[in-house]
């Protein structure tokens, strides 16, 4: 099945040849390799059989397990998503908040496969040294740069997810070899994370430094790792402010660690700095490439988004968002930090790529639509992410008791309005981790965030969250309802304006419930959260499984349980849950 792009090609069957089927099962997750004593001697030759391993890490993230997960951890429970009719019993169950440790999506297994493929390239490309020529430190450096960047992505996931996780640093090259570890408390899986991305930000390619725009955004470049670094301070800050006075016991450095509330402040200017950098970094190479074409200003709007082009009745009788259309209908725009890279030319692509599971295509949903109302209740009329990143084809179109009539669109239309869809033939939507407006209303986020907010922060979060709302209005220079930039001066009205924006960009991207337990965490309680189970009609039953911060995160599946004793569950899930022991 072919599913990446040329630049992964010729190293994805280097280590094809050399390995194999990769092999995964319920306990073996760190596994990703045969146990052939002969295979491993006679590997890490050259530089191909390298990169080929490098490939891997990505092929990982770019499964359809990855990217399915990477929805349903991020997207599923939260308000922006329901269940359709013909759902998939597990996802109804954790829209339902009714998760049990049997839940096929509380295996964590093809995140550790990817990190344990990582561990074992930093453990050993160095070897490749010696017996190519052709291979130089350079590009080890590179290479080891990349995959401390992937372990800290899949740790940084699985913490978001779990909370609670064992942080694998070394590889397994078999079930013998698979070391049982024991859980970190978040803020140490976070600090690891970082230290993993501080390495890693010294060694990985600077953005735009290769020759095409699918190499320069389909790996792990400079800008990539300094959008993980804002993202992650952001969970420092939100883990800090719940833990903000207590101590925890480290797992991995002897002694305890002291959550400073001082810190809050620190994780949220580092935030920023992260933020302004990759901005700068976007700015600069922008202004290059118009130098070079002799392109004008103009064609970019404010912060350098791409505009959306056409006459404004064309745009209110067509809602086409040109915008869309290039950041999502074509690939690696301008807009784009880190997109994984696929292209569509075999016919099983469409039947297996994890967004099109979950979604579905041609109007048909797969396991996973919007609920009823949703869409009127957050765009406005004349927003046109309202028709591209759903099918809805004028407001009022669902019924309070409907909720299959609007299906999800973002990655699965080619174009705006939701019509063109990918068909298996031609999937080839590539699945963007960062891009520039969740970068910018990151920064927004952090800046009114902070305790010694000034007006003028709340000035410059509100111009970023308008300008992308701007953006995305059919007639920008008249809008019928702008937001007022007096009415948002005040820390609290800020945040708000640029969460609900952050709700409108990146729906339906992997960001929304993650948004939801963040700020559940900085607020210590789930007030925020419980208002998703609305759009259920058992929403009280629901509502009451959310309100303790442990039901927000997933449980341990219980297979993990029964082969690893140092795994503790969830608190919120032991009770319900069934034994761990052996059957």
């Not at 469409?350 to 979604?359: A, E």
């Not at 948004?515 to 929403?539: G, M, Q, W, Y």
Request: contains cysteine; aromatic residues 10%; charged residues 25%.
């Amino acid at each position: 099945m072919k599913i990446v792009s040329k630049i992964y090609k010729k190293t994805v069957l280097a280590a094809t040849v050399a390995f194999g089927v990769l092999a995964t099962s319920c306990t073996d997750y760190l596994t990703i390799i045969p146990s052939d004593v002969v295979v491993e001697e006679n590997f890490w030759q050259t530089k191909d059989q390298v990169n080929g391993m490098l490939a891997t890490s990505y092929l990982k993230l770019l499964s359809s397990d990855a990217v399915s997960k990477a929805i349903i951890w991020g997207e599923v429970r939260s308000d922006n998503m329901t269940f359709p009719p013909s759902y998939n019993t597990d996802i109804k169950n954790i829209v339902e908040a009714n998760i049990t440790d049997e839940n096929s999506y509380c295996r964590w297994g093809v995140f550790y496969e990817a990190i344990s493929n990582a561990n074992l390239v930093l453990e050993s490309a160095h070897k490749t040294l010696e017996t190519d020529p052709d291979f130089s430190e350079g590009d080890l450096d590179v290479v080891k740069g990349e995959m401390y960047a992937m372990r800290a992505l899949c740790h940084f996931y699985l913490v978001r997810t779990f909370r609670d996780i064992p942080l694998a640093t070394h590889s397994a090259k078999n079930d013998a070899e698979i070391p049982k570890y024991v859980q970190v408390h978040p803020l140490e899986a976070l600090d690891f994370i970082m230290e993993d991305l501080d390495r890693a930000e010294k060694l990985v390619m600077k953005s735009g430094a290769y020759s095409n725009p699918a190499q320069n955004l389909g790996r792990i470049t400079r800008n990539a790792v300094l959008a993980m670094k804002a993202d992650v301070n952001l969970w420092r800050a939100a883990f800090a402010t719940y833990y903000a006075g207590t101590e925890y016991k480290l797992v991995n450095k002897e002694g305890t660690m002291y959550v400073n509330p001082a810190d809050v402040q620190a994780y949220y200017n580092a935030c920023i700095e992260n933020c302004n950098a990759v901005i700068k970094n976007m700015d600069d190479a922008l202004e290059e490439d118009r130098k070079g074409a002799n392109k004008f200003n103009e064609l970019y709007s404010e912060y350098n988004l791409i505009p959306n082009r056409g006459e404004v009745k064309e745009l209110e009788a067509g809602h086409n968002s040109t915008a869309y259309d290039d950041i999502f209908g074509a690939k690696n725009s301008s807009e784009s930090i880190f997109e994984l890279q696929v292209q569509g030319d075999n016919t099983s692509n469409g039947k297996f790529l994890g967004v099109l599971n979950v979604y579905g295509t041609d109007n048909t949903p797969g396991m996973a639509c919007v609920p009823a109302g949703f869409v009127e209740a957050n765009y406005q009329e004349d927003d046109l992410r309202a028709y591209s990143f759903t099918n809805l084809k004028k407001f009022n179109q669902q019924s309070s008791s409907d909720n299959s009539s609007i299906c999800i669109t973002k990655y699965v239309a080619k174009s705006s309005p939701a019509g063109n869809y990918r068909k298996s033939g031609d999937w080839d939507a590539n699945w963007i981790l960062y891009r520039r407006t969740d970068v910018l209303l990151m920064k927004a986020e952090a800046m009114v965030a902070r305790e010694n907010v000034t007006e003028a922060d709340c000035r410059e979060a509100f111009k970023i969250a308008n300008t992308i709302n701007t953006r995305s209005r059919i007639d920008t220079l008249n809008i019928k309802y702008p937001f007022k930039e007096n009415d948002y001066l005040t820390s609290d009205k800020a945040i708000k304006l640029v969460r609900d924006e952050r709700l409108r960009e990146l729906s339906y991207e992997g960001k929304r419930w993650y948004d939801l337990v963040r700020v559940a965490l900085i607020d210590k309680k789930t007030d925020n959260i419980k208002f998703v189970a609305d759009k259920l009609e058992s929403s009280a039953v629901v509502k009451t499984k959310m309100s303790t911060i442990d039901g927000l995160f997933m449980p341990i599946h219980i297979d993990e349980l029964r082969y690893n004793k140092n795994l503790k569950q969830n608190p919120a899930y032991e009770k319900e849950n069934s034994s761990t022991e052996m059957n």
